[in-house]
């Protein structure tokens, strides 16, 4: 789907090891989301997602990666606009691990709610990274888990530099 247009070798061999140039990385995985149908059938939150025009061509997209605070961070689409289905420079921006894995809401393999898993008797409750404790209900265990998101959303977006990455936390805190 995509236009691989780059000037360069994009996987060259340095020293004897194959490397990725880290601008065509980013590139291609976020056009396998979006194109992939075996990547969507294992990741079915994907379905419906797509890319710009202008970045389907690899060359727009890393003129615009170029200019953003992107090392050792990773794309996300919808942290501006939650729910969001496009891939532009308008909607994303990069952010760390951590905070994507706080910020996705789709289902589980375990058909629970996000962030719980059934241990024995109890529900175990974890908020990205963090684990927060167990609980003898599902709705218990929600309700917990909903507001420490909320609260660790709140926490983050206020030491943030970026207002837009800010005000994206504080929507996204909101709709918990």
């Not at 939150?45 to 727009?60: A, H, I, M, Q, R």
């Not at 207002?163 to 918990?176: D, P, Q, S, T």
Request: hydrophobic residues 30%; positive net charge; glycine residues 6%.
């Amino acid at each position: 789907m995509g236009i691989n247009d780059s000037p360069y070798v994009v996987k060259p061999i340095v020293n004897g090891i194959k490397t990725i140039c880290p601008y065509y990385s980013r590139w291609f995985l976020m056009i396998n989301r979006c194109y992939n149908p075996r990547y969507q059938a294992d990741k079915p939150s994907y379905k419906g997602v797509s890319v710009c025009n202008d970045w389907l061509t690899f060359t727009s997209f890393k003129e615009w990666m170029e200019k953003q605070d992107w090392e050792n961070k990773e794309l996300d689409k919808d942290l501006l606009f939650p729910g969001n289905k496009v891939y532009s420079p308008n909607t994303c921006v990069f952010i760390t691990r951590d905070l994507n894995a706080l910020l996705a809401i789709g289902g589980t393999k375990s058909n629970l709610p996000r962030g719980m898993t059934k241990r024995t008797n109890k529900y175990l409750v974890r908020c990205g990274n963090e684990y927060i404790g167990y609980y003898d209900t599902v709705e218990e265990a929600t309700i917990v888990y909903k507001k420490h998101k909320k609260k660790r959303l709140v926490k983050i977006a206020n030491e943030q530099s970026d207002i837009r990455i800010k005000e994206g936390l504080i929507r996204h805190a909101i709709n918990v």
